[in-house]
């Protein structure tokens, strides 16, 4: 026995709307993966920057494991640019002090940071 029309339609439809959440669904789906791949991918770079090739990229340069998070170094650059890295600790259990890898071209090297410091835990690079 042949389809009615309404069948047929019916079925037209539901293919029509299938397909079209599957190609919505695949979009949103390869937009995330994009994204995550792009920031993971970004952070790893920004990490091997600033922690695998610190003297060849940082004018300051911060021994994180000798830092005890007092904060004197953030109150001393006036650049404003020096600050604990609140997401770490460091093996004495401390929020190390830091200079972000984008704030880095900041630095004008004056070593009030260093100098401040009660613990040698900061070099500066000329
Ligand atoms: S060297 Fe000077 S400008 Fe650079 S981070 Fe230290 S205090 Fe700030
Ligand atoms: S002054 Fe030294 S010990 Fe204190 S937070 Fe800065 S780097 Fe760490």
Redesign the pocket.
């Known amino acids: 026995m042949e389809k009615v029309d309404s069948e047929v339609n019916s079925e037209v439809n539901s293919e029509v709307i299938s397909e079209t959440v599957t190609e919505v669904v695949s979009e949103a789906v390869a937009e995330v993966i994009s994204e995550t791949v792009t920031e993971v991918v970004s952070e790893a770079v920004t990490k091997v920057v600033s922690d695998v090739v610190p003297d060849v990229v940082s004018k300051v340069i911060?021994?994180e494991d000798?830092?005890?998070?007092?904060?004197?170094?953030?109150t001393?650059c006036p650049k404003g640019i020096?600050v604990?890295d609140t997401d770490k600790l460091n093996s004495k259990g401390?929020h190390?002090?830091t200079v972000k890898a984008e704030d880095m071209e900041k630095c004008i090297s004056c070593a009030f940071?260093a100098t401040?410091?009660?613990?040698?835990?900061?070099e500066v690079r000329k």
Do not use: E, Q, S
């Open positions: 911060f021994h000798v830092c005890k998070g007092c904060r004197l170094c953030t001393a020096v604990v401390f190390p002090a940071c401040i410091c009660p613990d040698v835990a900061i």
